[in-house]
């Protein structure tokens, strides 16, 4: 299994009163001999938190858009600049990537990682497949559901080499007008998210014809191939994860996320090996998608 010393963990974003501070020291306790770095921004406030390195950031501020009707903040630049800062910091040859408000309850991801090597095909681009959640990694088959998006893997939590996850993150800040492009060619389905953002400016660095893609159907299989190949989807227990801030779970629905399931199924299809399950996973989608067809029509 992979030594605690060879990881390096960044822990991203704001500091939150005491959500910062018992994570960090949650990852101090799970992870002991691990690197610990600590990327924030100018002018917070980090006295008495544990960690070896801070990084200090200079805050590049949210972006106002206008999504479901009414105007949000999006913070991608604020993850990127401050992830990268903090990946950029750190010495090992692993990282985790996690966000100020989740801590660490085990390391159970370590043993699952080593089970799936690269795959490869014209789709795999990681030196090895990052760990992310199944927590809002969207499946776009899901109709109806708000927010069934492509190209959409959770950013909660990352686990990876570091040169995979620094060239992830080495991507340009966040742009209105090229944004605007990308929604034009996805009909307006395309990098609404941060999730999304960063993803997708990954894919254009890779292979940018995958996002000229027009056939929804190709869209939908390429979608999948790409988080089967790249990625290790898995729960927050699998992982060893839980979040300090609760009301995520209730701000916007998970059903129409990936399970793990779902992701063995992908993978094993998608690399042309043996197994079966794809047709069980689609009626899954068909199911999921009659409820929120019948959730959507209750709400008019």
Same mark, same amino acid.
């Given at each position: 299994?992979?030594?605690?010393?060879?990881?390096?963990?960044?822990?991203?974003?704001?500091?939150?009163?005491?959500?910062t501070?018992?994570?960090?020291?949650?990852?101090?306790?799970?992870?002991?001999?691990?690197?610990?770095?600590?990327s924030?921004?100018e002018?917070?406030?980090?006295?008495?938190l544990? @960690?070896?390195?801070?990084?200090?950031?200079?805050?590049?501020?949210?972006?106002r858009?206008?999504?479901?009707?009414?105007?949000?903040?999006?913070?991608?630049?604020?993850?990127?600049l401050?992830?990268?800062?903090?990946?950029?910091?750190?010495?090992?040859? @692993?990282?985790? =990537?996690?966000?100020?408000?989740?801590?660490?309850?085990?390391? =159970?991801?370590?043993?699952?990682?080593?089970?799936?090597?690269?795959?490869?095909?014209?789709?795999?681009?990681?030196?090895?497949?990052?760990?992310?959640?199944?927590?809002?990694?969207?499946?776009?088959?899901?109709?109806?559901?708000?927010?069934?998006?492509?190209?959409h893997?959770?950013?909660?939590?990352?686990?990876?080499?570091?040169?995979?996850?620094?060239?992830?993150?080495?991507?340009?800040? @966040?742009?209105?007008?090229?944004?605007?492009?990308?929604?034009?060619?996805?009909?307006?389905?395309?990098?609404?998210?941060?999730?999304? @953002?960063?993803?997708t400016?990954?894919?254009?660095?890779?292979?940018?014809?995958l996002?000229?893609?027009?056939?929804?159907?190709?869209?939908?299989?390429?979608?999948?191939?790409?988080?089967?190949?790249?990625?290790?989807?898995?729960?927050?227990?699998?992982?060893?994860i839980?979040?300090?801030? =609760?009301?995520?779970?209730k701000?916007?629905?998970?059903?129409?996320?990936?399970?793990?399931?779902d992701?063995?199924?992908?993978?094993?299809?998608?690399?042309?090996?043996?197994?079966?399950?794809?047709?069980?996973?689609?009626?899954?989608?068909?199911?999921?998608?009659?409820?929120?067809m019948?959730?959507?029509?209750?709400?008019?």
């Amino acid at each position: 299994m992979i030594s605690v010393n060879e990881i390096s963990i960044v822990v991203q974003g704001a500091i939150t009163s005491n959500k910062t501070r018992k994570c960090l020291l949650s990852v101090r306790k799970i992870l002991p001999d691990a690197e610990l770095i600590l990327s924030t921004w100018e002018g917070m406030d980090v006295a008495g938190l544990e @960690y070896d390195k801070v990084i200090f950031s200079s805050d590049p501020g949210g972006n106002r858009l206008f999504q479901e009707d009414e105007y949000t903040i999006n913070n991608v630049n604020r993850q990127i600049l401050s992830t990268n800062a903090g990946i950029k910091a750190t010495s090992k040859k @692993y990282v985790i =990537k996690m966000r100020t408000d989740f801590e660490l309850i085990s390391n =159970k991801f370590l043993r699952i990682y080593e089970k799936y090597d690269k795959v490869y095909s014209s789709y795999s681009f990681f030196s090895h497949p990052i760990i992310c959640c199944e927590l809002f990694s969207r499946n776009p088959r899901v109709k109806y559901a708000p927010f069934s998006v492509c190209f959409h893997p959770s950013d909660i939590f990352y686990f990876g080499l570091k040169d995979d996850l620094e060239e992830l993150f080495s991507i340009p800040l @966040y742009n209105c007008k090229e944004t605007e492009l990308l929604n034009l060619l996805f009909n307006g389905t395309i990098c609404l998210f941060p999730e999304q @953002y960063i993803w997708t400016c990954y894919l254009r660095k890779k292979n940018p014809e995958l996002l000229s893609i027009t056939d929804n159907a190709i869209l939908m299989n390429v979608n999948e191939e790409l988080l089967a190949m790249n990625f290790i989807v898995l729960s927050n227990n699998q992982i060893g994860i839980r979040s300090l801030k =609760k009301e995520i779970y209730k701000s916007v629905p998970i059903h129409n996320c990936y399970s793990h399931l779902d992701w063995v199924i992908l993978r094993l299809s998608y690399s042309r090996k043996k197994g079966g399950g794809f047709l069980l996973y689609m009626l899954k989608v068909k199911m999921l998608s009659v409820y929120y067809m019948f959730l959507s029509k209750g709400r008019k």
